[in-house]
């Protein structure tokens, strides 16, 4: 079995690979190929690649190379990791939305739109790399925005499946709290990327014992700690919503706290720039443990089972992934795409049912969901007017003067990366 990884040379690969290492029963890699056009970065995380291997007694061959049609060539899965325009980019994403009192924030708003607008085209042209080398490969995607890049992927015709770390977390999270094996532990995951509440926490599967109003009840507290929100919001609410839920129900309190600090991406790069040096002790063979802070817990993990369960080994049956909605959720089109519990084979993904939804919840998905279709159309199309439209309808702008002054910011700060500008 043959794996490529485009954008091997991001310091989360470590992580990815250790899961590999640990995880190679339920998915034996032969050949594993990190692509990155940044050699520096791809011998150093390659070096340590090959270590962590080493010492687990992987038998599987690491590569590394800068070339895309070689890297994925004969790949049965290719994993998509990119960043366009690197922490640099991310940085702007995170400040200039500020400037118009809006959230600066890489996945959301209008970075999160920045993002999709530079990384799309990208991740369409790999895609079709693929494809021309290996049209049966499947597609995971772990870049963000998720959500739109899976939709971007499955509306082009390719085999692929969208990935976030955010269930795996709360499966981790409420197993501790309950004192069980995270296996044990089901979702009732309902939502978009990013845009997602846990209805529901269930025992032993699908149909078991919600034990949700109990985790709530006696762990409250450490809930609302790990959400950055208060205990009564999520007492009121009775279900877990995801941490990004916070740029929408405290936005105005989020925008001042961002103003006083540097931003993520700051504080994400001096981080990477240690993990580099890390990766270039020869000495070090494991996982750096400053990789728990970079973000992506537990990504391995369900990159390692998803990809098992579409190439046909031992994965879980049941998985949280971004795919088409199908009619899951009656209020969207069937070819939105949605993050929700859904049944893994070799033929890819089936939603799962879940309960009818709250307005509360429905409400916002809509509303999120038309500006994804809107963004997603600027991204293949381009042009200032579709940027404005995508901009006004998303809920945490809404507002013509803003999505004018935001429009303008966000093409100046990108016009490297958008052919059309």
Request: net charge negative; charged share 20%; aromatic share 6%.
């Amino acid at each position: 079995m043959k794996l490529a990884v485009v954008g091997g040379g991001s310091t989360y690969t470590p992580e990815l690979i250790d899961g590999f290492a640990r995880l190679r029963d339920t998915l034996p890699v032969e050949e594993l190929v990190l692509v990155d056009p940044d050699a520096h970065r791809l011998e150093l995380v390659g070096g340590l690649a090959r270590r962590i291997f080493a010492k687990q007694g992987h038998p599987g061959r690491i590569v590394t190379t800068s070339d895309i049609d070689a890297g994925v060539a004969d790949a049965d899965a290719v994993l998509l990791q990119l960043r366009v325009g690197g922490q640099a980019a991310r940085n702007q994403d995170e400040t200039w939305p500020l400037e118009c009192g809006c959230v600066g924030q890489e996945t959301t708003g209008a970075g999160g739109l920045a993002k999709a607008l530079r990384t799309v085209p990208v991740v369409l042209d790999i895609a079709e790399r693929v494809r021309r080398t290996n049209p049966n490969a499947w597609i995971i995607d772990f870049t963000n925005p998720v959500g739109i890049v899976t939709r971007a992927l499955l509306q082009a015709g390719h085999k692929a499946v969208g990935l976030c770390n955010v269930a795996i977390g709360f499966q981790r999270k409420f197993a501790a709290l309950l004192d069980v094996t995270p296996g044990e532990v089901h979702l009732d995951h309902v939502g978009l990327n990013h845009l997602s509440w846990e209805l529901g926490v269930r025992l032993g599967g699908p149909e078991g014992e919600n034990v949700l109003p109990r985790l709530i009840a006696e762990h409250g507290d450490a809930i609302a700690d790990d959400l950055h929100m208060p205990r009564a919001v999520v007492d009121r609410l009775g279900v877990v919503p995801s941490y990004y839920l916070r740029y929408f129900y405290a936005h105005d309190e989020v925008v001042r706290e961002l103003g006083t600090k540097p931003s993520r991406a700051a504080e994400v790069a001096a981080m990477e720039k240690e993990l580099l040096a890390m990766c270039g002790d020869p000495a070090l063979d494991e996982k750096p443990a400053l990789l728990a802070k970079r973000g992506g817990a537990f990504y391995s993990e369900a990159a390692v089972d998803l990809a098992a369960s579409l190439l046909g080994g031992g994965g879980s049956a049941v998985q949280v992934v971004n795919t088409y909605n199908k009619g899951t959720l009656p209020f969207l089109p069937d070819d939105a795409v949605i993050e929700v519990q859904a049944r893994v084979d070799g033929t890819g993904a089936t939603p799962l049912a879940v309960p009818e939804l709250d307005p509360l919840y429905s409400g916002l998905i809509a509303n999120v969901t038309a500006y994804e279709d809107l963004a997603l159309e600027a991204a293949l199309r381009g042009g200032r007017d579709r940027v404005f439209k995508a901009l006004l309808a998303h809920p945490l702008i809404g507002q013509f003067e803003y999505a004018e002054a935001l429009t303008d910011k966000l093409i100046a700060h990108n016009r490297e990366h958008l052919a059309w500008a």
